[in-house]
């Protein structure tokens, strides 16, 4: 569980986040708005990237604002970013790994075994010796989440994952998401504007709108609430 309580991000004049309090549940959670709702600020306070002015955030009894960035990785905070991330140069294999040996511990042989596990979860053990620049986008997609999920993950922030895939694939990737949370026992929060993929994901979603916490609660009733609704169809206008 993810506890948000009165937290508050200010660049300049702009709060990006006006005291958002929130708490995520287990399992898979949405995190939806328009664009320039404050989602990824929210994520990258989480991830340690930016401090707020204001506000607490404890998961499972651990405040997590008092880790410096590397320790809550090592803790067990993981994400993805709307850019892929994945390195050009390594095989499918070596990205895994070389993100699980900075956040993980554990002998040679416990590694590779986990990355050998995570690939297979996510359906790459075929290409798992393939160097990523010949891949295609949904190879690359697929990278980033078993990066964001290899080993015991605590907490994992899914920042627009399915961005560019069609629909066949961000159906596969919706199998993959739902059921990280059995696999691994982490909180995921997955960020997208494919309502879709949140609803086929997400049991429980909060809003955003210009940095205000607008609805939380069952994915089902929060699409359909008249304020989500309304945040929606301003954005489409502007």
Known sequence: MIEIT???VQFGGVRSLDEVTLTFPDGTCGLIGPNGAGKTTLFNVLSGFVTPVAGRVEIDDVDLLSMTDYRRARWGLRRTFQTVQTIESLTVYENVRTVHEHASEGSRSERQDA????????GLTDIRDEVVRTLPQRDRRF??????????????????????????????????????????????????????LVQACCEWTA?????RLVAAGPTAEVLR???????????EET
């Open 225 to 235: 609430d008249e304020r989500v609704l309304a945040a929606y169809v301003g954005d």
């Open 115 to 122: 990355v050998d596990d995570v690939l297979s979860f996510v």
């Open 207 to 211: 809003v955003l709108d210009f940095g």
């Open 143 to 196: 990278i980033e989440v078993a990066r964001a999920i290899v080993g015991e993950p605590r907490v994992v922030l899914l920042d627009e994952p399915g961005a560019g895939l069609p629909e066949e694939e961000t159906e596969q990737l919706a199998e993959i998401i739902r059921n990280v949370p059995g696999r691994t026992g982490a909180t995921v929060i997955l960020v997208d504007h494919d309502m879709s």
């Open 6 to 8: 009165d937290l508050s």
